[in-house]
């Protein structure tokens, strides 16, 4: 077992304090590129909406909902909320209707502050709520908004909407302390719409492990910290704005990451004179692959190093991409319950050793049997977790709480792992069944509950294969109903219009039957291994270019494979964006058995000239 050490940490009415000093309020505290937001601006917002809160009446611990587009009134909002001692519902605009209104029912919210699109969506009801609209425009001159409560959202005017309701608004009272337990935030992970898990985060637990965060990576006021990653996820957020704010540094979030920004990321990391890039391992390996010439991105002089996050980082990937770019990688392990991390593979030489997740850092760590019972080195347990940084609890959910927190304070983090005789641990599989994907973690009951409705499905399963890019890629399979069929299309349709885009299944099989055990579960290693012989046994009689293009296009496009045309590009195709379209390229190389060199895969913007690169790269091998 590790031992615990003990952390001073600095609480939010001491972290916003550090704000208003001279030296850091012309200080950038966000720098997206085109805009560059202060701390100045961050101080006077966090206490306009001071005033803002307690006109609505809002006191400690209070939970309101988020779910705002705009990136820098996401950061705003979650600070002043932060230092009001409200709690923070952190809900994705993404999100589908569905789902958004069983989280909203476990988080038995008393306001919300969401896109005005979000509240006529949900249909929210402002005499149940305290509601506040965003809509994002010009602030006009004029009257304050005086009244926020008891208004209809068809009236709403500009100047009742935030920002606009700003102008000329004094500051509030801030509060002269929070309590440490009393919650932060909550962030829901995956999960079905009838068993919903709400972590929730207390101050505690927040800003404890924002100083390990800061101690493990050396973080000061002239870290500059680029974390590009949505903010609507822990390492997003906490690993962004939040812990840019706790060292008063900046966040640079200069583009969206995406498969034709590659170049314009690795040129930012010297133009902004970047010290770490937060990253997850999707991200790392897209950049191995389509970087031909720049592989002295990270060797600036301001340069540190890469934060892997979310998700496990291959070995393979990360020896080549060290090698490659003469780059260290710190390969952090957490979970969305223990905020962001808990166990550090570097920076330092001491816990640094490729293919593991280093060692502990003011947390506990032993591996457990079958039997919850601590088990010796070289021996594969269950990985359990105790700090200061733990969760205080599922919100609303004791059932769920129980199953992974013990008495005694221990998280079960479900992922089966083997501690070395010097102290090193090891990530050997998962004990509980939740997909990663590109980082994003995926419950794959909450697929086939989702397919499961369809009127033509009799029955479904979902589950995870390896994928060598995203990590893994959520595969599904159902059986039809007597005398009823789908589409893989129409099967996926119905999931994009339920589900959000990165849960929607990359391939969905149709099937006779779920194999299933004596308990009456589908065994699911049949199941792949059926897959995989319907696969190995399908007919090859050398490739017709045009169909494989059109197949592979149909799949990852998701699009009838009728409809699809030579001429059929990325500018007339709506789902054809930048990770669909190496979708698209790792299924046409994997037909073909080839690789395609970044140039060639950059003019594959169409059907036709996918096809010719096709033809052309066999005729050459």
């Known amino acids: 077992m590790s031992t615990l050490t003990a952390t001073r940490w600095a609480d939010v009415v001491q972290t916003v304090a550090r704000f208003s000093e001279p030296a850091r309020q012309s200080a950038a505290f966000l720098d997206l590129g085109n805009r560059r937001i202060t701390y100045r601006q961050l101080t006077e917002r966090i206490e306009q909406l001071a005033a803002v809160f307690a006109r609505l009446g809002l006191r400690e611990g209070d939970r309101v909902v988020v779910s705002v587009e705009d990136e820098v009134e996401t950061a705003f909002l979650f600070w002043a909320l932060l230092r009001y001692g409200l709690t923070a519902i952190l809900l994705d605009p993404e999100v589908k209707p569905d789902r958004a209104r069983a989280l909203i029912r476990t988080a038995e919210p008393v306001a919300f502050i969401a896109d005005e699109a979000f509240l006529q969506r949900l249909q929210i009801d402002e005499k149940q709520y305290k509601v506040l609209p965003v809509r994002m425009e010009e602030a006009p001159k004029g009257q304050l908004f005086r009244k926020l409560l008891g208004r209809s959202q068809a009236s709403t005017g500009a100047s009742q909407t935030y920002p606009a309701l700003l102008v000329r608004e004094a500051p509030g009272p801030l509060p002269a302390a929070i309590s440490p337990d009393t919650v932060a935030y909550v962030l829901f992970t995956s999960g079905t719409t009838s068993d919903t898990k709400g972590v929730q985060i207390t101050h505690r637990n927040l800003f404890s492990h924002l100083q390990t965060l800061t101690n493990v990576y050396g973080f000061d006021a002239d870290t500059r910290l680029m974390n590009i990653l949505l903010l609507y996820h822990a390492d997003g957020i906490i690993q962004g704005p939040i812990l840019a704010g706790y060292n008063a540094a900046v966040c640079i979030r200069p583009l969206r990451f995406d498969l034709s920004n590659i170049g314009a990321l690795l040129d930012s990391v010297y133009k ?76 330092g030489d001491e816990s640094y050793r490729i293919g593991t997740v280093g060692k502990p850092v003011d947390m506990e760590a032993r591996i457990v049997n079958d039997f919850d019972e601590e088990v010796g080195d070289e021996t594969e347990g269950e990985l359990w977790l105790r700090g200061d940084n733990v969760m205080l609890a599922y919100l609303n959910n004791p059932t769920a709480t129980a199953e992974v927190l013990t008495p005694d304070g221990w998280l079960r983090s479900g992922d089966i792992a083997m501690r070395s005789t010097d102290g090193y641990y090891r990530i050997t599989g998962r004990k509980k069944n939740i997909i990663v994907s590109g980082g994003v973690n995926i419950h794959p009951e909450e697929i086939t509950e989702v397919l499961n409705t369809h009127p033509a499905v009799a029955e479904a399963v979902s589950f995870g294969v390896s994928d060598e890019v995203f990590g893994e890629k959520l595969i599904s399979c159902v059986v039809f109903k007597e005398e009823a069929t789908a589409t893989e299309v129409e099967l996926t349709s119905y999931c994009r219009e339920r589900l959000e885009e990165k849960k929607v299944p990359a391939v969905i099989h149709s099937l006779d039957e779920l194999p299933k055990g004596l308990s009456g579960k589908v065994q699911l290693k049949v199941v792949q291994q059926r897959l995989a012989m319907h696969v190995a046994q399908a007919p090859n009689n050398g490739p017709d270019f045009r169909s494989l293009v059109r197949e592979a296009a149909s799949q990852a496009f998701k699009v009838p494979g009728e409809q699809l045309r030579p001429e059929s590009n990325s500018r007339s195709m709506a789902g054809w964006d930048s990770m669909a379209h190496l979708d698209f390229i790792v299924r046409l190389e994997k037909a073909l058995g080839t690789e395609f060199s970044t140039a060639e895969i950059m003019v594959m913007n169409s059907l036709q000239t996918a096809e010719d690169v096709a033809r052309k790269k066999l005729a050459t091998r």
């Open 272 to 347: 902004y004179r970047v010290t770490h890039l937060i990253a997850v391992p999707a991200m790392l390996a897209l950049i191995q692959r389509f970087s031909d010439g720049y592989e002295d991105s990270f060797r600036t002089p301001d340069f540190r190093f890469i934060i892997s996050v979310s998700s496990h980082l291959e070995e393979a990937l990360w020896g080549a991409f060290a090698v490659r770019f003469g780059v260290r990688l710190v390969n952090v392990y957490g979970l969305t319950e223990t905020v962001a991390g808990g166990l550090f593979c570097g920076p």
